[in-house]
């Protein structure tokens, strides 16, 4: 953007086991984060990063780069594949996504 801004946005929703998609954003996230507040887990995205990856930290502190079932930003959002901590049925799940 030619001003030297960027837009932010965020939100939450409860994690559905599949893979699901976000669009709550009126721009390509460069960046995205989520937090799996319930199960205290949280991944990280961003445009250096393949489609799909996501660098993952779960409650032992172990951080790792997942290739599948990751985030894949989206033309407004993103999805969020069906990773087994990040996106658990029923559990609280915040996210940031970064232009």
């Known amino acids: 953007m030619g001003s030297g801004t960027s837009k932010v946005r965020n939100g939450a929703f409860k994690g559905s086991g599949a893979a699901l998609e976000v669009r709550q954003c009126d721009f390509r996230p460069t960046a995205v984060q989520v937090i799996n507040e319930d199960g ?8 250096t990063m393949a489609d799909g990856d996501v660098m993952k930290q779960v409650t032992d502190g172990t951080i790792s780069k997942v290739t599948t079932n990751g985030i894949t930003p989206l033309s ?14 029923g559990e609280l799940v915040h996210w940031m996504a970064y232009e």
Request: aromatic fraction near 14%; charged fraction near 15%.
């Open 40 to 47: 205290l887990c949280q991944g990280w995205w961003t445009n």
């Open 76 to 89: 407004d959002g993103f999805s969020l594949g069906a990773d087994a901590d990040l996106n658990v049925a």
